[in-house]
């Protein structure tokens, strides 16, 4: 999944070159991150989710690149805050996994719904909220919210 597909666009104050392409000055440069994170060479069956692509004998593989690569920008404008986003998710994913037992969510008549893996086609993407979960958590929350009196909840 990709916050940023299209990066964010950079203009280009002198003229450069690129693996034999000239970029004249003042052009303006679109990374397609996305395309870069799905590329079939670096990340075979790239939309099949699999952690496991990146470890060889338990041990991070060197061989497989880096996400980093490309998800947080390019040259002197990369994402500064990427030491910061990078912790925090890591942080977040470890409570997650110690506090939670993680299993996809039941209709009412509790059948497994398969999440889906489609995003939100934007500058900024996002997943798609499924109606089926959406109804889940609204549900959910009634739940909730019914066990703590309202004057109590704050
Ligand atoms: C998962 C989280 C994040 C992602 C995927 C992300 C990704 C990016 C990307 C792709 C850019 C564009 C870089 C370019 O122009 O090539 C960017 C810029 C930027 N990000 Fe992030 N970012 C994240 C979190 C954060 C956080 C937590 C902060 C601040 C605490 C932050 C601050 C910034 C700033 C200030 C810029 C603009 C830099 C500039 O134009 O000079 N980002 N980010």
């Known amino acids: 999944m990709m916050i940023l597909p299209i990066a964010i666009p950079h203009y280009?104050?002198?003229e450069d070159e690129y693996k034999g392409y000239r970029i004249p000055a003042g052009s303006i440069i679109i990374p397609n991150s996305w395309a870069m994170l799905h590329d079939e060479g670096a990340y075979p069956d790239p939309f099949t989710f699999n952690p496991e692509r990146f470890m060889k004998d338990g041990q991070l593989n060197k061989d497989i690149r880096d996400p980093a690569h490309a998800c947080w920008g390019f040259g002197r404008r990369i994402c500064p805050?990427?030491?910061?986003?990078?912790?925090?998710?890591?942080?977040?994913i470890a409570s997650?996994?110690?506090a939670f037992d993680i299993k996809k969510a039941t209709d009412p008549e509790g059948n497994a719904i398969e999440p889906s893996h489609?995003?939100?086609s934007a500058l900024v993407s996002a997943p798609y909220r499924?109606?089926?979960l959406s109804s889940l958590a609204q549900r959910k929350w009634s739940t909730l919210s019914a066990r703590v009196p309202a004057q109590e909840a704050f």
Do not use: D, K
């Open 130 to 132: 499924s109606s089926a």
């Open 118 to 120: 489609e995003c939100v």
């Open 96 to 98: 997650m996994i110690a």
């Open 81 to 92: 805050g990427r030491f910061m986003a990078f912790s925090s998710i890591w942080i977040t």
């Open 12 to 14: 280009l104050q002198v």
